[in-house]
């Protein structure tokens, strides 16, 4: 029988509060993305619900390291989480590549 850690739950609590704004994060943004879809109505399956909500969230904790890169505050990602949530996935894949359009010169 393996030996009990009693400091794991201190370990786990550590983890939590040291990303406490990524949890943040990616909560605020899954709750108004998903918000989002149900006003809208359009969508119906709860599995593409799920997915777009999850993929919002992602997309806003890994903007986090990108502020961190640029030296700018952190919690600018909740703004970008919210402002991602509220377009959705599809809108905001249509602006990066409309953006990465314009920046890249095709070779014909």
């Not at 709860?46 to 990108?66: D, F, K, M, N, Q």
Request: glycine share 4%.
């Amino acid at each position: 029988m393996p030996i009990k850690n009693p400091d794991v739950w201190a370990t786990i609590w550590g983890w939590v509060v040291l990303h406490m704004n990524s949890i943040n994060n990616f909560f605020l943004t899954f709750i108004i993305a998903f918000l989002r879809i149900v006003y809208v109505g359009k969508e119906r399956k709860c599995w593409r619900i799920l997915v777009e909500c999850l993929l919002c969230g992602s997309l806003a904790i890994a903007s986090e390291s990108l502020f961190e890169y640029f030296q700018m505050p952190a919690k600018l990602a909740i703004a970008l989480g919210a402002i991602i949530a509220m377009f959705g996935i599809d809108q905001v894949r249509l602006f990066a590549k409309h953006y990465v359009d314009k920046k890249v010169v095709k070779i014909e």
